[in-house]
């Protein structure tokens, strides 16, 4: 197994050693993100972001049914690249699915590792939490089948609000979560969810670390694109002056600070190279952690910290 680079420690769960970087794969198979100008990445730059992320000991990949191509474009690179490595894979269940149907969850879910060209996968989440609802009609019996199967290891449930998040702790089924999580949205710390999930055992990735690309533009782009967004973007502008770091710098700086796995997806090799070295980089002090939520969280407003409620200008 490749071991991660000196300096970057794996964060431990249950017996699981995970990396800092989990590698998000929704550019792999669509166009993702306010910031993506390239649109979905080709399969040469897809196997050489896979091949490169596995050589530098970051072997976890997200993925999901409703992630275009995702699945099979994943799949199809980590046999090219794994070699002797064995990856984790979580991926998520496509909405579209009817969660009671039971038999078609479970081909589903048999669908996923045909794609993904393997018996078993590390996680599967409800791309709803909505769904929590029907775990008694049929979702349930069958992740069940599934995971007593052995083609999945864990449940989990990716999600928006801390009102989701408290329905997943209270369902008592789940033992992932994958919420957003980022400088500029303080729902989870709010509502001592986060704590509250952790202490009860559920293993908890953050993703949306850079609000799906919104933290890396600047101001005057984002005063085209996502008006909403401007009067946090000039405060940030200001905070990533402060601190001589980069937009990406800083918003990695503050989401490590809380010793979560991260899902950050990537287009390029430069970009996971990017992401990589910042794992390996000191973190921030403590006091500048509570400086970016002392500026930034009280500007947070839904219609720019929640992508659902975006209203984004096109044609820019």
């Known amino acids: 197994m490749t071991k991660l680079p000196i300096g970057v420690s794996p964060i431990h769960w249950k017996g699981n050693s995970i990396p ?13 993100g306010i910031a993506n100008r390239d649109g979905q990445s080709d399969s040469k730059t897809a196997n050489s972001i896979v091949r490169q992320a596995i050589q530098s000991g970051y072997t976890w990949f997200d993925t999901a049914q409703a992630y275009g191509t995702a699945e099979t474009v994943l799949g199809t690179a980590i046999r090219a ?11 998520k269940l496509a909405p579209q699915l009817n969660p009671r149907e039971s038999e078609a969850i479970y081909s589903a879910i048999q669908e996923s590792l045909h794609r993904l060209g393997t018996p078993s996968i590390w996680g599967l989440m409800l791309h709803r939490s909505a769904w929590i609802r029907d775990w008694n009609h049929g ?13 999945i290891q864990h449940i989990g449930v990716s999600i ?6 408290q329905e997943v702790i209270d369902a008592g089924h789940f033992d992932i979560i994958q919420l957003p999580f980022n400088a500029w949205d303080p729902e989870f710390l709010n509502h001592g ?3 509250t999930a952790q202490s009860e055992g559920i293993c908890c990735l953050a993703r949306s670390v850079y609000l799906q690309g919104l933290l890396m533009l600047a ?21 990533c002056a402060t601190y001589c770091l980069t937009p990406v710098q800083l918003a990695m700086g503050y989401v490590r600070h809380f010793q979560l796995p991260l899902v950050v997806g990537v287009e390029t090799v430069a970009q996971l190279q990017d992401n990589m070295a910042l794992m390996a980089t000191p973190k921030l002090h403590p006091e500048i952690i509570q400086h970016i939520q002392s500026v930034m969280h009280p500007l947070a407003k839904k219609d720019f910290v929640s992508p659902p409620h975006w209203q984004v200008k096109s044609g820019l």
């Open 219 to 239: 101001p005057n782009t984002i005063a085209k694109r996502l008006p909403a967004a401007y009067d946090a973007a000039i405060a940030w502008e200001t905070l």
């Open 193 to 195: 969810l986060l704590a």
């Open 160 to 165: 928006y609000t801390a009102d989701e998040l």
């Open 20 to 32: 800092p970087l989990i590698v998000g794969t929704a550019q792999l198979g669509m166009d993702y």
């Open 139 to 151: 979702l349930g019996n069958a992740l069940t089948r599934a995971k007593n199967e052995g083609l």
């Open 81 to 91: 690249a794994a070699g002797e490595t064995d990856p984790s894979i979580i991926t």
